[in-house]
């Protein structure tokens, strides 16, 4: 058993750090004057600022980071954030930006829409003119920040993602979800007809080796090739009046 003599000084040296921690949390010693912000564009890093704003000049010993972190993963254009202490003064967050895959366009509206789903941001006409249309109903709901729900246009999604992050060469330049079945416009007259969003790879592999052979389009027609059973794919060219009959 320790004598008495060193609980004694155990229980000073306990009060001792104690005080000190209480002092520091509030002196301006630590106070939060800094913030460093990585991996964000200009106007997220001011987004960010806004967020932590609030907490400039408290001390940075019992700054709660977790709840930091949350705050700044409700900014819609964030996907992953990380905070982290550079005593005496800074406050370090680092964050991963959503990956725009999208436009979502109803009506005249749209929005960027990241690979995971999640609404980025509204889009002001006339921008984002480098990413794929995804086209949604009038009666389809859209918010900021929230995981789009409609099946179609999250298959929609996971096909363009799979396309950005593999070494096809195709570029469409909008999606359509119609009864779970998507058609990926490349061009002008050339239609992708997909399927379901089952056997991403398969399919768009199988497209990437018929495309270059599939006959032009003529007036008044569309060329297109069917990959919805990539195992017997089809393909030709059928007059813009019949679609859809």
Do not use: C
């Amino acid at each position: 058993m320790p004598s008495g003599r060193t609980i004694t000084l155990l229980f000073a040296a306990l009060l001792a750090v104690v005080g000190l921690y209480a002092i520091a949390l509030k002196s301006s010693l630590f106070a939060l004057e800094k913030v460093e912000v990585r991996g964000a564009t200009p106007a997220l890093s001011r987004q960010i600022n806004a967020v932590v704003g609030p907490l400039r000049g408290r001390s940075l010993v019992g700054l709660n980071r977790a709840g930091v972190e949350q705050a700044i993963l409700a900014i819609p254009e964030v996907r992953t954030a990380e905070v982290d202490r550079a005593f005496p003064n800074t406050l370090r967050v680092v964050v991963v930006r959503e990956h725009p895959v999208a436009v979502l366009r109803r009506g005249r509206e749209a929005w960027v829409i990241a690979a995971s789903g999640k609404v980025v941001r509204p889009l002001r006409r006339g921008r984002g003119r480098d990413l794929p249309r995804v086209w949604v109903p009038a009666s389809v709901a859209v918010s900021v920040g929230d995981q789009f729900a409609d099946r179609g246009v999250r298959a929609a999604i996971r096909v363009l993602a799979t396309l950005q992050s593999s070494k096809h060469s195709m570029s469409p330049t909008s999606v359509l979800a119609h009864n779970g079945d998507l058609t990926l416009t490349l061009g002008s007259s050339t239609e992708l007809r997909f399927g379901d969003a089952s056997e991403i790879a398969l399919k768009l592999t199988v497209a990437e080796k018929i495309l270059p052979d599939l006959p032009s389009a003529s007036n008044g027609s569309i060329a297109y090739l069917d990959v919805s059973v990539p195992d017997r794919p089809v393909g030709g060219t059928e007059l813009k009046s019949n679609q859809g009959r």
